[in-house]
């Protein structure tokens, strides 16, 4: 009698997984915790410009600075500030810098999707705060209203 061969198993085709997207942007140490709010902001708009380089400031206690970001059209570097002054008057009048102090990530973000919108909107208008408006929107962060703490209710004071 001959051996009858075993039957070969079908293999099913594998599920492909959907690539991954590979950011080339460079960031700074204090700002890494940045990539997956960026990848996020790319996977969500496929045809938004990310910057080659995130890099972080802090302003220093000598000198008044009062900028948030910057961005650098040519090499497409995002200049981020993580941190900001706390200035008082001084008896003469002159303002001086009592203390330098951490900003909140929501912030940071913030400016990153403002300096990103000028990659495609140079000048400060509708179209590029309704960009930088999207761009913030896809970084999935829930933040409480100022206002009424997140219940939705606001408390008008009486006017005499």
Not at 10 to 24: A, I
Not at 35 to 54: D, G, Q, S, W
Not at 107 to 119: G, Q
């Amino acid at each position: 009698m001959a051996a009858k061969k075993p039957l070969k198993k079908k293999k099913l085709p594998k599920k492909r997984s959907k690539p991954g997207l590979v950011l080339k942007t460079q960031f700074s140490s204090h700002l890494t915790w940045m990539f997956p709010y960026l990848r996020k902001a790319k996977l969500k708009m496929p045809t938004l410009i990310l910057p080659n380089r995130v890099r972080s400031f802090k302003p220093t206690k000598s000198k008044i600075m009062r900028v948030m970001g910057n961005a650098y059209f040519s090499n497409r570097t995002v200049v981020i500030a993580t941190h900001t002054q706390v200035t008082y008057l001084n008896r003469r009048g002159d303002l001086r810098v009592k203390k330098i102090v951490r900003l909140p990530k929501a912030k940071i973000l913030d400016t990153l999707a403002h300096e990103i919108a000028h990659f495609k909107y140079a000048e400060h208008g509708y179209e590029h705060e309704e960009f930088t408006r999207s761009i913030f929107k896809t970084f999935g962060l829930k933040e409480k209203c100022p206002h009424c703490k997140g219940s939705g209710k606001i408390q008008l004071e009486g006017k005499p």
